[in-house]
């Protein structure tokens, strides 16, 4: 079975625009989480959701939003891009919104000129 | 609210050296535990876990602890490789309704010398 699946691979933007990244979960898992990985640290929590619902969200500021679509897949939003927005992202699945373990996807790269 | 502390890196061993990482955490309730390991220019892959007191996790000779009374889950390895070499992340999740959150320490960059 495919595993977690994340777009693009890398991605360079500059101060000020916008990006997308797309999140694919393994079959059959209906809840997605996203991180943000800056260099050196763990990841960060930045949402969760679940059959199209926030579930949760981390202390990141309104420039960054999400949605799930109705096949479970899911977009991370982010605007007016900031230096410090460069980080890997990465996407995470798991059966349930109540199931601890997660599944993670390899990441896009950003970075933010 | 919760947290993870790990011991701070680098961490450079020779070939079939006796690893030991620190982890310890706080958070409410009754957590389940991870460690993750990251290779360069890849994502996380779930290395072991657990889930309750005294519960041993253990997964290609590493293991790991749930230790509720230090709150602790040191990861361990008798013998390492070459090919352990990567970054070990530490990390709990509360479950519940904050189960799709975990929490990560910042990571422990092993190199492992022949």
């Known amino acids: 079975d495919a595993g977690v699946t994340q777009s693009p691979t890398h991605l360079i933007k500059t101060r000020g625009q916008h990006v997308t990244l797309r999140c694919s979960p393994i079959?059959?898992?209906?809840?997605v989480s996203w991180y943000q990985q800056v260099l050196g640290q763990g990841p960060q929590f930045i949402f969760q959701?679940?059959?199209?619902?926030?579930?949760g969200r981390g202390n990141f500021p309104d420039r960054f939003s999400a949605r799930q679509f109705p096949n479970y897949s899911s977009e991370l939003n982010v605007n007016a891009l900031l230096l410090g927005d460069s980080a890997l992202y990465l996407c995470a699945s798991s059966p349930s919104w109540s199931y601890n373990e997660q599944f993670f996807g390899p990441g896009t790269r950003l970075t933010v000129l | 609210g919760d947290s993870v502390t790990q011991m701070e890196g680098p961490v450079t061993l020779s070939e079939e050296a006796f690893l030991t990482i620190n982890c310890t955490y706080t958070a409410t309730g009754y957590p389940s535990l991870f460690w993750y390991v990251q290779y360069p220019g890849e994502g996380l892959q779930l290395l072991l876990k657990?889930?309750?007191?005294?519960d041993k996790g253990s997964n290609k000779g590493f293991e790991a602890t749930y230790r509720k009374e230090t709150t602790s889950f040191h990861l361990e390895k008798g013998s390492v490789q070459v090919s352990d070499s990567a970054v070990y992340f530490c990390a709990l999740s509360s479950g519940g309704t904050n189960a799709g959150k975990s929490t990560f320490g910042d990571g422990t960059t092993l190199t492992v010398k022949p």
């Open positions: 959701y679940y059959e199209k619902e926030e579930r």
């Open positions: 079959s059959g898992h209906k809840s």
């Open positions: 657990a889930t309750k007191a005294d």
